[in-house]
């Protein structure tokens, strides 16, 4: 029996008896797809280890992919194993001597450059036991878990029995050695290049998976109060609170120990069990979409999660499924109101690192915190937080809080060693588990502290069915290419550790809406999102079975023909599954008649799914307000369409973080046209577009599509009307806000608006800073609003286009009641004001159609 046999026989009994106990799974499992299986294939391990090579070997089998223990022919030669270490094996002492080159590589390069149309894919492969990142808490933890450490046989037996069954295999993509050979550095510069090649994928791919190598919390701790820009603020302390260096020093340690997570492998199992209970408890399911390139861009990067936020929850889901497809759990930025007792501990353990909500007046406390970012950074260590700063109440994405991207900037800007990769996440929820919480707080409770007990009405709450999650991945942005678009100039800037350019705040702003709008570019669209945009359309928040159809296939086909982005994902079926689905839930009631089903929403359940409705409102923006431009006029150029639209775009953009810049939205518009043109909504006919008949059923389904963006319209023009009505100078941003949002209120209650939103201040106080941006309003130096002449004639010619004349006045109406009231009194008569947009301009038929006919869609 030749040795080579031999050799397949005993490994064969390995992997027999190895399996007994141990069990593997591959983390892509796509792998075959892209291995050309015409050229020989060659497995390249890290080290020897028998029971890696076991494993793989299995793992190859399961998949149908050439074995490593086979023998392989590259032209002439035939290598008895498909296999080789990249380092050879350690003798019984554990010396290994890592200077020479595996003789395996030798020979294929070697029949490589004697034989110039020969190749052969050299394909690394990694084995993780527990896939733990190392935190070396205890000598016990470098027995049980996969880490940096060099040890031996020892290890990996207690390794083998403690972990085997949470074995996983990451193949990595080939390497062509005929494209390294064709370079020309001669036979021995090859290998070595090669050899450089794979020991950096190893060395990345581990970082990548189990973490970086970093030091026990203790000692990180302790070394943050000896880097000098904490040096220096403890200094400041103890001079400033006139205590001695020694206690300054010791509230630095006790700020050090509050802040710092206490990354742990045995929490990471913990959490992936109950988790994994958890997700198919309450859930029916998770789907991901758009992991792989993370997976390919986590090697070689510092990378920072940025995900939306929507519930508590995020911080468990992203973690867990960061580990389940093979890549490290970030260490998470949480408030400090989640180190609550028992599960703040859990937290912290689990990658959590606790920041207060504010840092003004602590310059100490602010110090510390950033140097221990600055070394999660600089070791590689992964880093999520929420640049949203909390959950969103409403749904839509919140205006970027800039402070942790500023800490990210100004340490790349000290140290850019490792290069840092911001990847968008986007969370979308089915049923968000708070959502009786949302519910008070959408109808105006005040937000509740976070208690134990939070858990518990969780736990109630398994009654309910949540539907699906889905968690989409962005496109990532790299911060080196970011900062040379901003500022060419960067790279010349001093890297000291307390350098704060000037130009540090525009460019963070910019980067925090870079991201807002990465992460709405990655929306999941699910069923519940478009069943609230459809039924809060309507005025009574009802439609009968077969219109609802009719709409949602409608939303469903506009966005195929118009994708908003790579990135988003749509959901299965049809409508009428659609409708199903949502109705499965218990977040639609039904009414039947002998003409039929007709759904509506309930009272609560009408404020509540505006939130699903808003998680997707700027997906629906553009195509809402193309027909918009149509409610009030039969027929409109396609240069009025466009002209319209960037008179607008601008102020939706920066409100809603839609993923276009100014200058692509002619181009998406025209889009947009064909695609209304080609669903009958409208007609072409010599370069003008004409809308249906008002009393049609494409007119009722493009009034419906119209009103998603409508209260986003008229809180645009109320702000206008409240700042042109008290005249040049006669009112700061923040008597405007405060105006814009009390008639705002009133309004809803008029009209009986179920939309929290409509009157959310901080709405009107970002739409005021995007009129100063856009350079329509000024500030003069008491800070009173200045604008531009004509405003009033440019806003109501862009008002009387997308806003019904009923609605016009009636804005005007509220917005003018001060002023006008004195004359009311005195005359009897209404003045001329509030009858200059009575509605005489349009048809009877036109301005009521979307509500007289909704059940004729």
């Known amino acids: 029996m030749s040795s080579s046999v031999l050799h397949r026989v005993v490994s064969s009994a390995l992997r027999r008896i190895l399996y007994l106990w141990v069990r593997s799974e591959t983390i892509n499992t796509n792998v075959g797809a892209g291995l050309d299986r015409s050229r020989p294939i060659v497995y390249v391990l890290e080290s020897p280890a028998a029971t890696d090579l076991a494993v793989v070997d299995h793992e190859c089998k399961r998949l149908g992919l050439p074995r490593p223990v086979l023998p392989v022919a590259l032209g002439a030669v035939v290598e008895p194993k498909a296999h080789f270490y990249l380092t050879p094996a350690a003798d019984w002492l554990g010396r290994q001597d890592k200077r020479g080159a595996p003789p395996t590589l030798q020979r294929l390069v070697a029949a490589c450059a004697g034989n110039p149309g020969e190749d052969a894919l050299i394909v690394p492969v990694s084995v993780f036991w527990g896939l733990s990142p190392d935190s070396e808490s205890s000598p016990w933890e470098l027995l049980f878990a996969d880490s940096w450490a060099v040890t031996g046989r020892l290890r990996r037996l207690v390794t083998v029995l403690i972990l085997g069954r949470k074995t996983r295999v990451q193949f990595a993509p080939a390497v062509s050695l005929r494209t390294l050979v064709d370079a020309g550095k001669g036979q021995e510069r090859t290998v070595r290049m090669a050899q450089r090649l794979l020991r950096v994928h190893f060395r990345q791919q581990r970082a990548a998976v189990i973490g970086p190598d970093i030091s026990h919390r203790r000692h990180l701790v ?168 909390g959950r969103s109440r409403t749904g839509r994405m919140l205006r970027p809080k800039t402070g942790m991207l500023a800490i990210t900037l100004r340490s790349y800007l000290r140290s850019s060693r490792t290069p840092i990769v911001f990847v968008p996440v986007y969370i979308g929820y089915e049923r968000v588990l708070e959502g009786r919480t949302y519910l008070g707080e959408l109808r105006g409770a005040s937000k509740k502290k976070e208690s134990l007990f939070d858990i518990f009405k969780v736990l109630g709450a398994l009654k309910q069915r949540f539907g699906q999650v889905a968690v989409n991945f962005g496109p990532p942005i790299k911060l080196t290419e970011f900062l040379d678009a901003q500022q060419p100039g960067w790279r010349a800037e001093p890297a000291a550790a307390d350098f704060k350019p000037d130009w540090l705040n525009p460019v963070t702003n910019r980067l925090g809406e870079r991201v807002a709008c990465s992460i709405n570019e990655a929306a999941a669209i699910n069923p519940a999102n478009l069943v609230a945009l459809a039924l809060l359309s309507t005025t009574r928040q009802a439609l009968d079975e077969t219109a609802l159809v009719r709409v949602l296939n409608l939303f469903l086909g506009l966005l195929r023909s118009v994708p908003y982005s790579p990135y988003t994902t749509l959901p299965e079926g049809d409508g009428q599954a659609l409708i199903d689905h949502v109705k499965g839930m218990g977040l639609v009631a039904e009414q039947t008649d002998a003409l039929g089903r007709i759904l509506y929403l309930n009272e609560q359940n009408a404020v509540l799914m505006t939130y699903y409705r808003n998680n997707v409102l700027h997906v629906f923006a553009l195509p809402a307000l193309l027909a918009s431009l149509f409610q009030s006029s039969a027929r409109i150029s396609r240069e009025q369409v466009l002209r319209f639209a960037r008179a607008l775009y601008p102020y939706l953009r920066a409100e809603l973080f839609i993923r276009w810049s100014v200058e692509e939205l002619d181009a998406v518009m025209d889009q947009w046209l064909e695609a209304f043109v080609s669903h009958g909504l409208l007609r072409h006919e010599a370069g003008t577009y004409l809308r249906p008949a008002p009393s049609s059923r494409q007119f009722v389904l493009l009034t419906l599509l119209a009103r998603g963006i409508t209260q986003t319209l008229q809180r645009f023009y109320m702000a206008i009307a409240l700042l042109l009505n008290h005249g040049q100078y006669g009112l700061t941003a923040e008597a405007l806000e405060d105006l814009a949002t009390v008639m705002a209120q009133r309004l809803s209650i008029l009209h009986g608006l179920n939309a929290p939103e409509f009157f959310d201040k901080t709405l009107f106080r970002h739409f005021i800073q995007a009129l100063v941006d856009t350079g329509v309003v000024h500030r003069n130096e008491g800070g009173k609003l200045g604008y531009q002449e004509g405003l009033g004639e440019l806003a109501e010619g862009a008002a009387k286009r997308v806003l019904s004349a009923e609605v016009r006045l009636s804005i005007r109406q509220v917005t003018l009641h001060r002023n006008e009231d004195l004359a009311v009194e005195s005359t009897g008569a209404v003045p001329e004001a509030l009858l200059a947009d009575a509605p005489d301009e349009t048809a009877p038929d036109q301005q009521h159609a979307g509500d007289n006919k909704r059940n004729e869609a």
């Open 222 to 389: 302790k070394g943050l109060i000896h880097a000098p820009l904490v040096r220096a603020a403890i200094a400041e302390e103890a001079a400033r609170e006139k205590m001695t260096l020694e206690r300054a020093e010791a509230q630095a340690l006790r700020y050090g120990n509050e802040i710092a997570s206490d990354y742990t492998y045995t929490a990471i199992r913990f959490l992936e069990v109950v988790l994994s209970w958890f997700w198919n408890k309450i859930y029916d399911g998770i789907k991901v979409s758009q992991i792989q390139q993370v997976q390919e861009v986590a090697p070689g990067h510092e990378v920072i999660y940025v995900p939306c936020h929507r519930s508590h929850i995020d911080y468990l889901l992203l973690s867990y499924l960061l580990f389940r497809n093979g890549l490290t759990p970030p260490h998470i930025a949480a408030g400090i109101n989640l180190n609550m007792p028992v599960i703040g501990s859990l937290l912290r353990r689990g990658g959590a690192f606790f920041m207060r909500r504010t840092f003004k007046g602590n310059p100490l406390y602010t110090a510390v915190f950033n140097e221990y970012l600055h070394t999660l950074f600089t070791k590689g260590f992964p880093v999520e937080y929420f640049v949203e700063g």
